[in-house]
């Protein structure tokens, strides 16, 4: 039993971190890495899966929000999301490949999903940046 909550705590962290919500769970897989408890393939999938379904609440988040665009409340300006659709536009789904930047990475696949980029080219770039990042803290972990 405690082998499932640490892999779920693993999936929720990542989850979280991949949402628009101010999280990061690099350093808890880092953690559990060196652990040497668990093995490594299977704390890197269960991270990237937990990443690449947060990413897609914000894809999702992104197809709904544009009827709220008008409101006060609304997070983004005018001129900040037409900036960020123009940058969007002007390089294409590529960028996602940037998903797993900080900063940069959560509002690139929230404007993905206001820009309806298909679900399919949305799932497998963002998996592809996700896996690799979770890859390059396991090399960096295990002094690969």
Known sequence: MLDFGVYAG???AAFAAATI?????????????LSHSYPASALIAVASVGNVLGSMVNW????GIEQFRNRKW??????????????????????LLLSWVPIIG??????????REPIWSFVLLVAI?????????FALVSGW
């Open 106 to 115: 959560d509002p690139l696949t929230v404007i993905a999903g206001v820009l």
């Open 129 to 137: 940046a996700k896996t690799v990042r979770y890859l390059v803290v």
């Open 60 to 63: 999702l988040l992104g197809c």
């Open 10 to 12: 693993l999936f929720a």
């Open 21 to 33: 919500l101010p999280m990061q769970s690099e350093a808890l897989l880092a953690g559990l890495l």
């Open 74 to 95: 609304f997070p983004a300006s005018e001129a900040q999301l037409d900036r960020a659709t123009r940058w969007y536009q002007r390089y294409g789904k590529w960028t």
